[in-house]
């Protein structure tokens, strides 16, 4: 399968400050790319849906402001968390799609924030 | 409204065969997705399937019937590495992912 990749696995950043996941697809171009958060032992809820070189389309309740997405490339999305708070503590998950007979989204490995 | 109801969790016993069940009702249907998703990890792709019918992948299979609005996924053989959460998806009109809340699949020896 396709490969996604995301940077940093992990990140540990003081409340105030802001901090930005890349996600990359390697061997693919990804004409959308989506952005989850994963709270403990809960399913994953769609950020953010973002198509190559427009705006991202933002689900009910996330703050665009806060949450900045921005989809430069066919190969590369960026999410960056601005004025991070403990709440936004989460597993944040990245996903490419190229299209493909059935629109299958190929994960990246997550970034675990962490806001103390 | 948009639902994907799974069990929260099941328990099986190695070498054993266990089926997880989910039902779901979308905005049009563009197909039913299982993912495995250990600890702490993303998802991975397991089955899609859009036609009504079993699909079989090694120990894995994937079953759908879309006039019930209802699919499983069947695990045989069942092996220790097999615990894990298994997510169900439907595709809908949009072509946007509508996500169970997972099943915690725990194997005892």
């Known amino acids: 399968g396709a490969v996604v990749s995301q940077h940093p696995s992990r990140v540990i950043c003081k409340s105030g400050t802001s901090v930005k996941i890349e996600c990359r697809s390697l061997d693919f171009q990804a004409t959308t790319m989506f952005w989850y958060r994963q709270f403990p032992k809960q399913s994953l809820m769609l950020m953010a849906t973002s198509n190559e070189g427009s705006k991202a389309t933002y689900e009910q309740g996330v703050e665009k402001d806060k949450f900045l997405i921005n989809h430069a490339s066919l190969t590369l999305s960026t999410l960056t968390v601005t004025s991070a708070h403990p709440e936004d503590s989460s597993f944040y998950i990245c996903?490419?799609?190229?299209?493909?007979?059935?629109?299958?989204?190929?994960f990246g490995p997550g970034t675990r924030l962490t806001v103390l | 409204g948009q639902n994907i109801d799974q069990p929260t969790e099941m328990t099986a016993t190695e070498g054993a065969i266990v089926q997880i069940n989910c039902t779901y009702q979308t905005s049009g249907f563009n197909g039913l997705f299982w993912y495995q998703q250990h600890a702490g990890e993303a998802p991975t792709f397991l089955s899609y399937n859009v036609l009504d019918g079993l699909e079989e992948k090694g120990r894995f299979s994937s079953f759908l019937s879309r006039s019930k609005g209802y699919s499983y996924l069947l695990l045989k053989e069942l092996q220790m590495k097999d615990s894990a959460s298994y997510l169900c998806?439907?595709?809908?009109?949009?072509?946007?992912?509508?996500w169970g809340a997972g099943t915690k699949l725990i194997i005892k020896p």
């Open positions: 996903s490419g799609t190229s299209g493909g007979d059935y629109n299958e989204q190929f």
């Open positions: 998806a439907s595709m809908d009109s949009n072509y946007q992912l509508i």
